[in-house]
């Protein structure tokens, strides 16, 4: 065997509060790589309500990669958020029409891009994610933190707003992790080495 099937939905037996999370979304500009999973305390269907402010207009996607492991709350709140802020006032008088139509005329709402999160990413209860920033591949947010910047690869942020409180691994070994990319690789060489994925020493995984 190698491993639960990546297009199950709910990948533990008789248990529907985790599922692998791209085999439930509907939105097209929400994507997911295999084996991401979504944990919600009461039904994994909340996870694109928590996915805040995206409009299709705005056209901004929500990208997650492989491996990474999302809790209960976990919010994303995406550009369709943002207001004016260069202008006198930030009051959106243009989406009301009636005389205001013309408000944002050679103006545009701030876009800060996409919001990416890396691979074997763990995002844990109730944080909240900005639009625009990316999550470094291994990187661990901490319940209740608020994520207004970029996080470096393998970091433990926490806190509002998030700081990086320590790096997981000495940056020769978060090198070698980033550059083996692991979560790549086929899913039986994975499975072959799934012990020394939870092992500390990478040096066995490069052997």
């Known amino acids: 065997m190698n491993g639960p099937d990546k297009d199950t939905v709910f990948p533990l037996?008789?248990?529907?509060?985790?599922?692998?999370?791209?085999n439930i979304i509907k939105n097209p500009n929400i994507i997911v790589g295999d084996y991401t999973y979504y944990d919600d305390f009461e039904n994994v269907e909340n996870f694109e309500q928590n996915v805040k402010y995206h409009f299709d207009f705005t056209g901004d996607k929500l990208i997650i990669g492989k491996f990474s492991m999302i809790a209960s709350g976990v919010k994303f709140i995406m550009n369709g958020a943002n207001h004016l802020t260069s202008g006198l006032s930030t009051y959106p008088f243009s989406i009301f029409g009636n005389g205001w139509e013309n408000a944002m005329e050679n103006k545009s709402?701030?876009?800060?891009?996409?919001?990416?999160?890396?691979?074997?990413?763990?995002?844990g209860h109730n944080?909240?994610?900005?639009?625009?920033?990316?999550?470094?591949?291994?990187?661990?947010?901490?319940?209740?933190s608020t994520v207004?910047?970029?996080?470096?690869?393998?970091?433990?942020?926490?806190g509002n707003p998030a700081n990086?409180?320590?790096?997981?691994?000495?940056?020769?070994?978060?090198s070698k992790l980033l550059e083996i990319k692991w979560w790549d690789w086929d899913i039986e060489k994975i499975t072959k080495n799934v012990q020394h994925l939870t092992s500390g020493d990478v040096d066995k995984l490069l052997s």
């Open 13 to 22: 037996p008789h248990h529907h509060k985790l599922c692998f999370l791209k």
């Open 109 to 123: 709402f701030p876009n800060k891009g996409d919001l990416i999160i890396g691979n074997d990413v763990w995002i």
């Open 127 to 144: 944080a909240t994610l900005m639009a625009g920033i990316t999550v470094g591949d291994g990187a661990i947010i901490a319940t209740n």
């Open 148 to 158: 207004v910047k970029d996080v470096p690869p393998y970091a433990i942020i926490g």
């Open 164 to 174: 990086v409180i320590r790096h997981r691994f000495a940056e020769e070994t978060i």
